[in-house]
């Protein structure tokens, strides 16, 4: 899975002089799970739009196998693109919504014959769990289904990367948790790379290979979910991808920062003394204890049932801390917090508020 497919170099966007991709550096390996990850208009779309061909950057280069395809039109890039809208031909049924992607499959340049057209086909309604809806109205199918038929006629001409933009965003939740799994089984099926887009930090990290998190048109963090989850390297990754307790903190030495006046062990970080700091904290790594055990001490606000666990707000002179918990606890109670030092992550402070 580490060959090099697809390498964006120095990318930068503008669109009426606001930039909107900032120097993108990114390397897309043969048959990768990729997304891109982000708030609204961080820059996912044209960053797909580009790789797509149908964007031209302002400046910087796409090289496909280790070619610089700038000046490649969209029709003679082997990449087909779905999009959240599925665009199918309301007047055609599946069988013909499908093979339209053969038409305009202009890479092959022959001509099918139209038991070849028949066979690839049915190949790919197998794969997207099709196999028996070739007559049907494609205006008589459910959004899932309709979504299926715009991914097998996407894939149909075999490209080299399917590129999905949103794909399940008009879909309910539970039908977009099924259609997520489907999508891991269709790309393990076709071998091929996706490149995937979405705003749903959980579908990018239950879904993927890589993430590449991405704010204001800059690349934030590129990983694996596991290492984007537990070492996000900024405030703003750890804030968009889960819930976090981000606090100004001070390094007093190595081991030990500050935070609220109080001093707290933390790992090992390699930040000079007296450095100021962010200071993540999940919900899940903080505990409720009795007051004469707690680091801190605050009221609680609000209890949130969430069916695993409960959210809770504890009030800290105005601080939220928002802790997940087992623990049955009420509104009012005066109470002490512990914070385990392995869950508590120093980072380079940052300018990011809190607010994506
Ligand atoms: P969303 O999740 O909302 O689709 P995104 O992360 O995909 O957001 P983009 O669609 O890439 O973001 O847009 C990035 C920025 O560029 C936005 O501010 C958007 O308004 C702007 N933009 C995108 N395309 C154009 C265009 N054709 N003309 C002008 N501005 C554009």
Not at 53 to 59: H, I, K, L, N, Q
Not at 133 to 156: K, M
Not at 283 to 301: A, H, N, R, S
Request: some cysteine.
């Amino acid at each position: 899975m580490s060959k090099e497919l697809i390498r964006l170099s120095e990318l930068t966007m503008a669109f009426d002089g606001e930039v909107v991709l900032d120097s993108i550096n990114l390397v897309i390996n043969d048959k990768e799970f990729l997304t891109l990850l982000g708030p609204s208009g961080c820059g996912k779309t044209t960053t797909l739009r580009i790789i797509g061909g149908f964007v031209t950057p302002a400046s910087g280069d796409v090289y496909f196998d280790g070619v610089r395809i700038n000046d490649v039109p969209p029709y003679k890039r082997t990449v087909n693109t779905v999009f959240q809208k599925y665009a199918l031909f309301p007047h055609l049924n599946v069988f013909e919504n499908v093979a339209f992607g053969l038409k305009i499959n202009r890479h092959e340049g022959k001509k099918l014959s139209k038991q070849e057209i028949s066979s690839r086909v049915l190949e790919m309604l197998e794969i997207v769990s099709l196999k028996g809806f070739e007559y049907r109205d494609v205006s008589s199918l459910s959004g899932g289904q309709q979504q299926r038929v715009a991914i097998a006629r996407a894939l149909v001409n075999k490209p080299k990367v399917l590129l999905l933009d949103e794909p399940l965003g008009a879909l309910d939740m539970r039908l977009r948790k099924d259609m997520q799994n489907e999508l891991k089984r269709i790309h393990e099926a076709m071998g091929i790379t996706f490149i995937y887009v979405t705003h749903d930090q959980e579908e990018a990290l239950a879904m993927s290979d890589t993430v590449v998190v991405m704010d204001a048109g800059k690349i934030q963090q590129i990983g694996t979910p596991e290492q984007i989850y537990n070492e996000p390297v900024n405030a703003f990754v750890a804030d968009f991808i889960g819930e976090s307790n981000i606090v100004d903190g001070t390094m007093i030495s190595d081991g030990i920062v500050e935070i609220f006046g109080r001093k707290f062990k933390c790992l090992d970080t390699g930040f000079a003394e007296n450095a100021p700091v962010d200071v993540v904290i999940r919900p899940e790594d903080v505990d409720i204890v009795d007051v004469k055990d707690g680091m801190l001490t605050g009221t609680v606000t609000n209890i949130t049932f969430k069916g695993v666990h409960y959210d809770v707000i504890v009030d800290f002179k105005g601080f939220k801390w928002l802790i997940q918990t087992t623990d049955l606890v009420t509104v009012g109670a005066y109470i002490g917090i512990k914070i385990d030092p392995d869950g508590i992550h120093i980072m380079s402070k940052s300018d990011y508020s809190g607010k994506f």
